[in-house]
């Protein structure tokens, strides 16, 4: 080797090939670093602009994207800024705990991800002063480029101020060229930009609620002309905020009530930081505007089932919606929101990684308890108090995950009873359902072997009323469907039906009530078995169509071993009783199983 060429540790043109592969999500990611930029620079509009060009793919002419830009108002940079944003792990803001920038990767890091060439114009004082430099890739790898170009003066290029509306007195522009298409996420500027405002519209939401952050998106296809032009509308997952991306009948108001705002604080390194957290759950009106469906296949309901998750905010922008909170076969965690936002002097306890895309120590704690990472005799307590002295991030988090969890069982059993009504008895056109039918069959054959005192009796005005209060009061059905079942009661001249209500506690499995003629069988919203039979097969939430047959089957078989568990835990009750109690048992076992077989006798289709 020369002498007079010092060896490096890692060669540049080997780095910038890691470099590229630096996880981003998807390429609307990158972008939103490049928004991240803008925004700290003080901007309060920002450009998205896709240009597209023709290319002959498969002998055939297709438009896809050959220009990506980004453009702002912000503050703009003079030349050794400029150069500083250019290189990776370096910056203005580096450490800085002010706002959501601080890494020194985002420019250059989420750049390169996508591009083999970026190029940056920055003015101060018009367009026409900018400064410019670059990164490409190419001359990189080729040894051509081994440092940041000095910034020159380069007049804003005439296509991109034709392109733009805001190439104002201060400013930047970033421009990807050399796009590569294995790592673009869609090939189309209209695809790309409608994925990245439905990311971007989340991310930067309470900027763009507070009217503090305007984000254009246009797109050009290869012939020139505009494909899309508009601003990015705010998503909020807890739907508290009004969008109009929001199908109707909740494009012009919350779809989401709010329910609770707790707050945490957290020590940390001599400092003590506010962590706040927000929930929110659907509003009754979701369920009535269903009608007769359900709503989880309402337009509404699938939009919400794109925003599933505890959104985690940093200095009031999304780092990320994570779903390692939420239990993945159950629909019904789409009509729940929740978020927590924390300071970026937190950064490190809660484990956020460089891309702004994930916060690895808390979403760690989704699917962890205390006690597992507890060691002999040691309390909640002593586990955190232990942690934090090892350095463990988790530590610090416990209090928080066990506060999340609990709100999100109470969420839980908010959304339950928005299901009361849908779930048993109504089915199609103001029918009753076949389980409902097959049920008061087999009541009624069994009603002439062995009559129950009263029930011959005729349903009156007061009962009526007293059974409409107790529908609506205690079991937390709608005034419509309470009314719709009193009415099936009436028309169908039922005696048996199947109710839903939260009981006091978790362990009465179901209860039986009389209501003058009518028996009511009530299901125990609270109880484990509720959500491993009827939430797995059956919810008030879902679009049965989207499902797999795995995932049905998966579903089938969930809820077959759930009831195989409840009748083990009778076998069980029978053993731990006395002998003269357990023969009592199995003589009730007996003539239970003897009215089972009864009902069941009716056509096996009626259960379907």
């Not at 597209?52 to 990506?68: C, P, Q, V, Y």
């Not at 076998?571 to 199983?593: C, F, H, M, N």
Request: hydrophobic share 35%.
């Amino acid at each position: 080797m020369s002498d007079d060429v010092e060896p490096q540790i890692i060669p540049s043109e080997l780095a910038i090939v890691a470099m590229r592969d630096s996880g981003y999500k998807n390429t609307a990611y990158a972008i939103a670093e490049l928004i991240d930029n803008s925004q700290q620079a003080g901007a309060s509009e920002i450009e998205v602009i896709c240009l597209e060009t023709e290319k002959f793919i498969e002998e055939r002419k297709r438009s896809r994207i050959d220009r990506l830009a980004v453009v702002d108002n912000g503050q703009g940079m003079d030349a050794t800024t400029l150069r500083m944003a250019l290189q990776f792990g370096n910056g203005t803001r580096l450490n800085d705990r002010s706002g959501i920038g601080r890494f020194g990767m985002g420019l250059p890091n989420a750049s390169i991800s996508q591009a083999g060439r970026v190029d940056v114009w920055s003015w101060q004082n018009g367009p026409d002063n900018a400064l410019h430099s670059y990164i490409d890739v190419d001359e990189i790898r080729r040894g051509h480029q081994r440092y940041i170009p000095e910034p020159e003066h380069s007049p804003v290029p005439d296509e991109w101020r034709a392109k733009s509306e805001i190439t104002e007195k201060s400013g930047t522009l970033v421009v990807w060229t050399k796009l590569d298409p294995t790592r673009l996420t869609w090939k189309t500027s209209k695809a790309t930009l409608h994925n990245t405002e439905e990311l971007v519209g989340r991310i930067y939401r309470n900027f763009i609620y507070n009217g503090e952050l305007s984000i254009r998106l246009y797109a050009e296809n290869g012939s020139g002309k505009g494909v899309l032009n508009h601003t990015a509308q705010l998503v909020d997952p807890l739907y508290l905020k009004t969008s109009p991306l929001v199908p109707e009948p909740f494009s012009d108001r919350p779809m989401f009530d709010f329910v609770d705002e707790e707050q945490t604080e957290i020590e940390y390194e001599g400092g003590l930081y506010t962590v706040t957290t927000r929930y929110s759950v659907a509003k009754s009106e979701t369920t009535q505007a269903s009608a007769t469906q359900d709503r989880g296949k309402m337009p509404y309901g699938k939009h919400a089932s794109h925003n599933v998750g505890v959104s985690v905010m940093r200095a009031g922008r999304e780092l990320m919606l994570d779903q390692g909170w939420c239990i993945g076969y159950d629909p019904r965690e789409r009509w729940w929101g929740a978020e927590v936002e924390f300071p970026p002097a937190l950064d490190e306890v809660f484990g956020v990684t460089n891309n702004k895309q994930a916060a690895t120590h808390f979403s760690e704690l989704a699917s962890l308890q205390w006690e597992q990472l507890a060691e002999v005799d040691e309390t909640e307590r002593d586990v955190a108090e232990r942690l934090k002295a090892e350095g463990d991030p988790r530590g610090w988090l416990l209090d928080l995950s066990n506060s999340i969890k609990r709100n999100l069982e109470r969420l839980r059993k908010m959304v339950k009873s928005q299901g009361a009504g849908k779930r048993q008895t109504a089915g199609r056109h103001d029918d009753i359902d076949d389980v409902t039918k097959s049920l008061n069959d087999g009541w009624k054959t069994r009603s002439e072997q062995k009559p129950i005192e009263g029930e011959d009796e005729e349903l009156d005005e007061f009962t009526y009323e007293t059974m409409k209060k107790d529908l609506t009061s205690n079991k937390q059905y709608s005034v419509e469907d309470a009314e719709m079942i009193m009415n099936l009661i009436k028309e169908k001249e039922l005696k048996a039906i199947f109710l839903e209500a939260d009981f006091p506690g978790p362990n009465d499995l179901f209860g039986v009530e009389r209501k003058g003629s009518i028996t009511e069988i009530i299901f125990n919203r609270n109880h484990p078995a509720f959500d491993n039979i009827f939430g797995t097969v059956k919810t008030t939430d879902e679009d049965i169509s989207d499902l797999s047959k795995q995932e049905i089957l998966d579903r089938l078989i969930r809820s077959i071993n759930a009831s195989k568990v409840i009748f083990a835990a009778w076998a069980r009750y029978e053993r731990e009783a006395s002998v003269d109690r357990a023969r009592a048992l199995s003589k009730v076992r007996a003539e239970w199983g003897q009215i089972a077989a009864n009902f069941l006798e009716g056509p096996q289709d009626d259960l379907l």
